[in-house]
Structure formats: structure tokens, C-alpha cells
T-cell receptor
Framework: AQTVTQSQPEMSVQEAETVTLSCTYDTSENNYYLFWYKQPPSRQMILVIRQEAYKQQNATENRFSVNFQKAAKSFSLKISDSQLGDTAMYFCAFSFSGAGSYQLTFGKGTKLSVIP | DSGVTQTPKHLITATGQRVTLRCSPRSGDLSVYWYQQSLDQGLQFLIQYYNGEERAKGNILERFSAQQFPDLHSELNLSSLELGDSALYFC????????????FGPGTRLTVL
């Protein structure tokens, strides 16, 4: 079974600073996908960034980037120039084509607060 | 707006009752996933349908069932409700095949009193 661990239940960062959220996962699969989802107080789940395991290059989306270490099974999210709107729960998620399904397995989440 | 719609937004009911949650996927998406988010269990996968057929089951209770209709909308039926079923229920949809990205609906907040 696949597991996803987020070891930081809560974090805070000053506005305009950089913060890194950690995520580790456990799997015996070789081809899979990793995601970071953001859940603001509105409760909407919003995809922040995604990474295909077969790609060595780390994904970036504007101020968001990941550090994907396949051998270490680590997938951290870096948020640069933090903004107040980044305040949210962040979930790391894992997906692979097991038995024909790409269901997501989520970590417990990290609550990020951006301080003015 | 993800393009996925869920109704109702909120549902308050009593223990022992039965409710139906509805989901309409994005146009063109054939796959629908249901997830439950609770304080105790976090975000958990319940069940997936693809083009009308059940594709995968996760931690779904026997009291819960789902189906996907020919127009691709899906319904999640929860029966004999217990206090512990109170949660946020998300529907997500995706295009099958190749790279998978799931788009989430706004969720249905279920409160069992």
C-alpha cells in the first residue's frame, strides 16, 4: 500500500519570505505521479503543482517549485515570495495506475499561515 | 471554478437517515472519484467510476454506495447514517488515459445530528 507522510502539521512564514513544506512517500511502484494540493478556508481543493516520477526535472509553477528526490522518496514544496493568499492547508498526494485507477492517496496536510 | 459541480452544498440530517450527494463532472471527463474529508481520517478515497462502471473501491463503508449514470453524473448514497459520517465529501473528475489530473468540486458538507 502507498503511504504519504507530511511531518509538519503547522508552519508559518513572513510575507515575501520563502518556505518549504516536506513530504515523503512510500511505494514499490516505479511510475507514479505526485501532487501538491492547496485547500484555503473556502475548502476548495486546488491543484498547485504536479510531478511525474519519470521526469528528473523538478516541476515549477510561478512561485511554486518542488524538490523531487525519487531515491529518497521525498517531494517537498517551496513557496517563494509568500503572499497572504497562500495561507491554506497544503496536501501532498500520490497517484499511480494501480488496477486501472489513479486514485489519490493524501498526506495529513500542513497548515501554512502567512504572517503580514 | 473547476467545472465540477456538487449538490447540495450543505446537508444536515439525523442519525439513521439516508442521503444522496450529487456530482456533475467537467465536460468531457469520463472518470469520477469520491473522497471523504474528516477530522479523524483526513482525506480518503472512497470509490471511482469510469464511464458508468465501477473502477476502484477504497475505504468505503458497506452502508455507502455510488453509481454513475449515462450522462456521466454520479451520486453517492449514504444510509443508516451515524455521527461519525459527518464530513466533507468531495467529488473529482478526470479524463481517463495518459496523464491524470483530478479536478475537485466544492464539496458537500454533511452534518449528522
Amino acid at each position: 500500500a502507498q503511504t504519504v507522510t507530511q511531518s509538519q502539521p503547522e508552519m508559518s512564514v513572513q510575507e515575501a519570505e520563502t518556505v518549504t513544506l516536506s513530504c515523503t512517500y512510500d511505494t514499490s511502484e516505479n511510475n507514479y505521479y505526485l501532487f501538491w494540493y492547496k485547500q484555503p478556508p473556502s475548502r476548495q481543493m486546488i491543484l498547485v503543482i504536479r510531478q511525474e516520477a519519470y521526469k528528473q526535472q523538478n516541476a515549477t509553477e510561478n512561485r511554486f517549485s518542488v524538490n523531487f528526490q525519487k531515491a529518497a522518496k521525498s517531494f517537498s514544496l517551496k513557496i517563494s515570495d509568500s503572499q497572504l493568499g497562500d495561507t491554506a492547508m497544503y496536501f501532498c498526494a500520490f497517484s499511480f495506475s494501480g488496477a486501472g485507477s489513479y486514485q489519490l492517496t493524501f498526506g495529513k496536510g500542513t497548515k501554512l499561515s502567512v504572517i503580514p | 471554478d473547476s467545472g465540477v459541480t456538487q449538490t447540495p452544498k450543505h446537508l444536515i440530517t439525523a442519525t439513521g437517515q439516508r442521503v444522496t450527494l450529487r456530482c456533475s463532472p467537467r465536460s468531457g471527463d469520463l472518470s469520477v472519484y469520491w473522497y471523504q474529508q474528516s477530522l479523524d481520517q483526513g482525506l480518503q478515497f472512497l470509490i471511482q467510476y469510469y464511464n458508468g462502471e465501477e473502477r476502484a473501491k477504497g475505504n468505503i463503508l458497506e452502508r455507502f454506495s455510488a453509481q454513475q449514470f449515462p450522462d456521466l453524473h454520479s451520486e453517492l448514497n449514504l444510509s443508516s447514517l451515524e455521527l461519525g459520517d459527518s464530513a466533507l465529501y468531495f467529488c473529482a473528475s478526470s479524463v481517463w488515459g495518459g496523464y491524470n489530473e483530478q479536478f475537485f468540486g466544492p464539496g458537500t458538507r454533511l452534518t449528522v445530528l
